[in-house]
């Protein structure tokens, strides 16, 4: 079984600065996908980015980054120039590279506030 | 645009009077799963329907059931519907290999 461990209940940034949430999880797994995914006060869950395991680049897009360390089961997401949008529960989520009804385990997530 | 329905966005039922929550998707995709989420929490699994194939999470209680009847729509029943299944209902819907995509949810809550 896998697991999923975000070790930051609460984190706050100012506007305009950069911010890091850690995320690490637990697979014997080889071919599997992570994913960060954002829930603001609205509660609809956002995808913010997603990493193919199998891939060495770290994926990118506009504000948010991730580190992804495979050796050491690491996948933390950066966001940099935070905005007070930002504002949400983040949760880190892994997915097995299975054919038939891909399941996510969620972290338990990290509140973000950007404070203006 | 392409994109995940749920109706209603807020449900207010009785405790033990039966309840229906809907999901519907535009994006053909064929996978489509229900989740349980309380304030503060990661959404819980409670089941998924890959094409017309149904998958019960083992700790999901027999109080809730599924209904998938085309691939456009996903319903979730809640027989008799106690104090502790207040909750946010999310709907996402994935292709084979692909991230979910999440519906708005529906926030139920039983008096």
């Known amino acids: 079984a896998q697991t999923v461990t975000q070790s930051q209940p609460e984190m706050s940034v100012q506007e305009a600065e950069t911010v890091t949430l850690s995320c690490t999880y637990d697979t014997s797994e080889n071919n599997y996908y992570l994913f960060w995914y954002k829930q603001p006060p609205s509660r609809q869950m956002i995808l913010v980015i997603r990493?193919?395991?199998?891939?060495?680049q770290n994926a990118t897009e506009n504000r948010f980054s991730v580190n992804f360390q495979k050796a050491a089961k690491s996948f933390s997401l950066k966001i940099s120039d935070s905005q007070l949008g930002d504002t949400a529960m983040y949760f880190c989520?892994?997915?097995?590279?299975?054919?038939?009804?891909?399941?996510?385990?969620f972290g338990e997530g990290t509140q973000l506030t950007v404070n203006p | 645009d392409a994109m995940v329905i749920q109706n209603p966005r807020y449900q207010v039922t009785q405790f033990g009077k039966p309840v229906t929550l809907s999901c519907s998707q535009t994006?053909?995709?064929?996978?489509m799963y229900w989740y349980q989420q309380k304030s503060s929490q990661a959404p819980k699994l409670l089941f998924h329907y890959y094409d017309k194939d149904f998958n019960n999470e083992a700790d999901t209680p027999d109080n809730f059931q599924s209904r998938r009847p085309n691939t456009s729509f996903c319903f979730l029943d809640i027989r008799s519907p106690g104090l502790g299944d207040a909750a946010m209902y999310l709907c996402?819907?994935?292709?084979?290999?692909?991230?979910?995509?999440f519906g708005p949810g529906t926030r139920l809550t039983v008096t």
């Open positions: 989520a892994f997915m097995k590279g299975e054919t038939s009804g891909s399941r996510l385990t």
């Open positions: 996402a819907t994935s292709s084979d290999r692909s991230e979910q995509y």
């Open positions: 990493q193919e395991a199998y891939k060495q």
């Open positions: 994006l053909n995709h064929n996978v």
